[in-house]
Structure formats: structure tokens, C-alpha cells
Nanobody, 121 residues
Framework: QVELVESGGGLVQPGGSLRLSCAASGTIFAIYDMGWFRQAPGKQRELVAKITPGGSTNYADSVKGRFTISRDNAKNTVSLQMNTLKPEDTAVYYC???????????????WGKGTLVTVSS
């Protein structure tokens, strides 16, 4: 079993910055993609950013140029630096890992429980 724990959420004013981090524990053989998703009240969960093991990234159009995803493969962590935050960035942010738990297992998706980011003056 793999457990993911997010940290770094909170209340920030428009134009401010926050850095989210996600750490993993449990049985991990290897991690494929790592990503951040978010879910605003009344809306579906959406992809914010993803990063491959080699460092290739993919961002939602709404956050391009403002958010940066990074990963530390040695520590199995992923971070999301969020700059120039807007009220519409308010949501619960979830980290997601696509994981092999053993060399012979299939890849499975694991999710954190989420961290709330509120952008408001």
C-alpha cells in the first residue's frame, strides 16, 4: 500500500505564492508519472500539472507560466510552486502518483487526501 501526504496549502492573497509538496510512504518499486490535480467546489477534479520520470512536464492552460511542477526521484517527492495566484485557483489540491509496487505489478494510481488552497483578499 502507498500513502501520499500533501502539505503547503493555506490562505493567500491574490498575486501571492504557495508551494505544495507531496511525500510518499509504503511499498514503492518505481514511480512513473507524478501529478497535481485540483477540485473546486461544484466542479470536477482537473489536471493541474504532470511530470514524467525524465522531467517532461504538462500543464493546464490556466496555470501555464504561473505554476511549476518538480520532482525528486531519490526522495519520491513532487512539488508545485504556485505564483501569481488568482481567486479561481481556489480548490483542494491532490497529488497523484502512478506507481509500480513490485517489479511484476501493474502500475496503479494513488492519491493524497488533498490540501486546501484559498486565494482571497
Amino acid at each position: 500500500q502507498v500513502e501520499l501526504v500533501e502539505s503547503g496549502g493555506g490562505l493567500v492573497q491574490p498575486g501571492g505564492s504557495l508551494r505544495l509538496s507531496c511525500a510518499a510512504s509504503g511499498t514503492i518499486f518505481a514511480i512513473y508519472d507524478m501529478g497535481w490535480f485540483r477540485q473546486a467546489p461544484g466542479k470536477q477534479r482537473e489536471l493541474v500539472a504532470k511530470i514524467t520520470p525524465g522531467g517532461s512536464t504538462n500543464y493546464a492552460d490556466s496555470v501555464k507560466g504561473r505554476f511549476t511542477i518538480s520532482r525528486d526521484n531519490a526522495k519520491n517527492t513532487v512539488s508545485l510552486q504556485m505564483n501569481t495566484l488568482k481567486p479561481e485557483d481556489t480548490a483542494v489540491y491532490y497529488c497523484n502518483y502512478n506507481v509500480w509496487t513490485t517489479p511484476l505489478s501493474s502500475r496503479m494510481d494513488y492519491w493524497g487526501k488533498g490540501t486546501l488552497v484559498t486565494v482571497s483578499s
